[in-house]
């Protein structure tokens, strides 16, 4: 079934749209938060299979501790269906809000619908959803996480520049239908249109998955040797890809270039060892940020939409000072 962010809005809010203007008056107002004194808080994940997810998880775990919060906490296990079905059921238990990671941008519109319906505040996390069918302010109250088009951007950047302009990619993409995806791979393009001598020769998705990630990579790689640099839009992937190049008998860093994203301790070591020449940033650890917003909802605050974490670029030059905080 496809969704319109129309029909959603009826079928969500059961309100009347009034000729084709869309007007969408009576389910303006987003639920708010009562203030208490402790918070029963769900929190929706997508996966468990790589330090992100781990990182993200025990963040959440430790801020819900700190506060003395309950925290409600459902593992999607990769599958955005299930997730749905996690976000249905913390409305059934009547949490107070819900965290969200939407692990896809499309599929997870009805949980954002539903959340708004039964008057949960709902904020995503790390990732986004379609905003052409569910808005950040107007259908959830916010998202917080990182600016994913800038990390393509500053990835494509470096690897731009140490490869003189000239390169033959192959991309590892993550998930296929996530914000990340989608994001890291417009801002990596929107670089690279300048420098014609940079060529995406094959590109498909490793699922953010590191064993995904090495088959897919081998494969690409045996279609075209000719490759000079990889694009890989997760750490858990690239360390797939690098074990896939030396069993090929190929040395990362030097046969293939390789600019990836997270932060990761593997991919901060990698950088030390000469394999990976850039890692940006994309900070896991949101527990801090999205149980402050809570407490700023609950005050009767607005939140701002967006909230946009700062992602810093590890290379060989800076990333003995982070390894000791990377995940
Ligand atoms: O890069 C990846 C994880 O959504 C930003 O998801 C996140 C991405 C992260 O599985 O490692």
Redesign the pocket.
Known sequence: MTYSRRNILQIGAGAALIGGFGFRAAYAALPTLKKKDSYKVGFAQ??S?????LA?TQSMKDEAAKRGWQLVYTDAAGSAAKQVADVRSMIAQKVDVILL?PREEKPLIPAVMEAKKAGIPMILV??NVDQSLAKAGEDYAAFI??D?IKEGNMAAEVLTKAMGGKAKLIELQ??TG???AND?KTGFMDYIKAYPGMEIIASQSGD??RDKGRQVFETLYQAHPEATALYS????MTMGAIAAMEAAGKVPGKDLIIAT??G?KDAAQAILDGKVLVCVE?N?KFGPAAFAAIAKMADGEKLAPRLVNTDRVFTKENVAAYLPEAF
């Open positions: 997508t996966e299979n790589n330090p992100w997810r993200q990671s790390d990732r996480g990182s994913f993550g998930t996530s914000s990340p890291r953010f998955a839009h997760n750490d858990e994203i997270d990761t994309c896991p």
